[in-house]
């Protein structure tokens, strides 16, 4: 990609007291696609989220949102108007009903899409008439994810939508986020549900206490990262196996589990010539990815 | 034409559709001239990235297999060539059918015929040194 990247962060940090929530984040995500941030409960997903949104105050560092910097008040204030948010409260007036959800935010954004807020409300099944206080979670994350899309932001940015949606209602979700990065928004969504974001996303981010871990394209991983199995009747030295490409080995008796992140060929070629009686190799996924990266760290 | 991705696969969703495509196309699943569904469409009925679509329509039209219309679609063409590969592997799936008819009669195992054919397909030159 060549264009301008839609979220650029430099260093960013971000402590309360003594305690770095996040560390030192270089964060780059590219336009035009989907991009998943991993990450677990309290690795800083959320608080990341709320310095790119101008709603919490950086310790240090900075960062841009559609080449808008994030710390400076009155280019944020021009970012929120090109940005949407869904956040994990789901923030929405509890003594209006849906319809006069729609019409109220509606007034703010003059490009409001009509045609897809009432498409969403069909296809979401949202009751015009209820107030928002009687809506269930699932709904409630409906008509927050409706309000979002129906502006046609050029950056969406989700925090765990998925959560409070039943199986059904994650798949709508999905498949409106990818609908609507179609139409040319870039979509950025944290969540702990790793499938979720293994099947719609482009790349991939992962924070893990503050820090970014990990950022790659999913492509990338299915194409080389594999888990090696291998048996050896005699074992070799581990410094035999010094390939670039191996995370790490893990050895139980004369089995061996090598994780690696590419090579795998040269990897297998090396187990043979060290008489390997059996050897396999299985596709990583981002759960193993995300769990292995976590246990690094 | 109904798709099938994977994403525990080992292989990019991209690739994956490229295959099947191809695949629909070798079969006569997809006929020349057929239109293919729009990238949103297709990426919200396989609830994937657009771009997984963009990607593998973009490599499929480079390779000659998909033509793209601005506005209308992707929609499948098949030169000379192509049906003539089309050709060879419907021909190819005749002679294994009987080939693997003749190895049930002589009383092989479908297991035993499948490790035969991946032997054959993955270390063809170790299964020469032993013969």
């Known amino acids: ?297 | 034409m109904l798709f099938r991705l994977n994403p525990a696969a080992g292989q990019p969703l991209y690739l994956q559709l490229m295959d099947q495509i191809r695949h629909a196309a070798e079969t006569g699943l997809l006929q020349d001239g057929d239109q293919l569904p729009g990238i949103r469409t297709l990426a919200e009925e396989l609830v994937v990235s657009p771009n997984t679509v963009v990607k593998a329509y973009t490599e499929l039209e480079n390779q000659g297999l998909l033509e793209l219309r601005q506005g209308s679609g992707a929609f499948l063409t098949l030169d000379r060539r192509a049906r003539h590969r089309t050709d060879c592997v419907q021909h190819a799936h005749r002679r294994i059918r009987d080939v693997i008819g003749q190895l049930r009669e002589d009383g092989l195992l479908d297991e035993e015929i499948r490790r035969a054919f991946e032997a054959e397909l993955l270390y063809p030159a170790e299964s020469l040194r032993k013969r």
Not at chain 1, 114 to 127: F, G, S, T, V
Not at chain 1, 138 to 156: C, E, N, Q, S, V
Not at chain 1, 184 to 211: K, N
Not at chain 1, 275 to 285: K, L, M, N, Y
């Open chain 1, 1 to 297: 990609m060549i264009d301008a990247p839609v979220i650029q962060t430099r260093a960013l940090t971000k402590s309360y007291g003594r305690v770095e929530a996040v560390r030192s984040l270089d964060l780059v995500v590219a336009p035009g696609c989907i991009t998943g941030f991993l990450g677990r409960n309290g690795a800083g997903k959320s608080t990341t989220i709320k310095m790119l949104l101008g709603m919490i105050r950086p310790t240090s560092g900075d960062g841009a949102v559609l080449g808008r910097r994030i710390t400076d008040p009155r280019e944020n204030v021009e970012l929120r108007r090109h940005v949407a948010y869904v956040s994990e409260d789901k923030r929405l007036y509890a003594y209006m009903t849906v319809e006069q959800m729609l019409r109220f935010t509606a007034s703010f954004y003059p490009d409001w899409r009509h045609d897809i807020a009432e498409n969403l409300l069909r296809e979401y099944e949202l009751p015009r008439e209820r107030k928002v206080r009687a809506l269930s979670k699932g709904m409630r994350t409906k008509l927050a994810l409706l309000l979002a899309f129906a502006r046609r932001p050029d950056l969406l940015i989700l925090d765990e939508p998925g959560d409070g949606l039943d199986p059904f209602g994650i798949e709508q979700l999905l498949q409106s986020l990818v609908a609507i990065c179609a139409e040319g928004t870039a979509v950025f969504f944290s969540s702990h549900q790793i499938a979720e974001v293994e099947r719609i996303s482009d790349r991939v981010a992962i924070l893990e206490r503050g820090r970014l871990i990990l950022d790659l394209s999913l492509d990338d991983m299915r194409e080389s990262y594999r888990q090696i199995d291998v048996v050896f009747p005699g074992l070799p030295a581990e410094r035999d196996f010094q390939i670039a490409g191996i995370r790490r080995i893990r050895a139980a008796g004369h089995q061996w589990s090598v994780f690696a992140s590419g090579n795998a060929d040269a990897i297998v070629d090396r187990a043979r010539d060290f008489h390997a009686s059996s050897i396999q190799v299985t596709p990583v996924g981002l759960r193993e990815i995300f769990l292995e990266m976590a246990r690094e760290n």
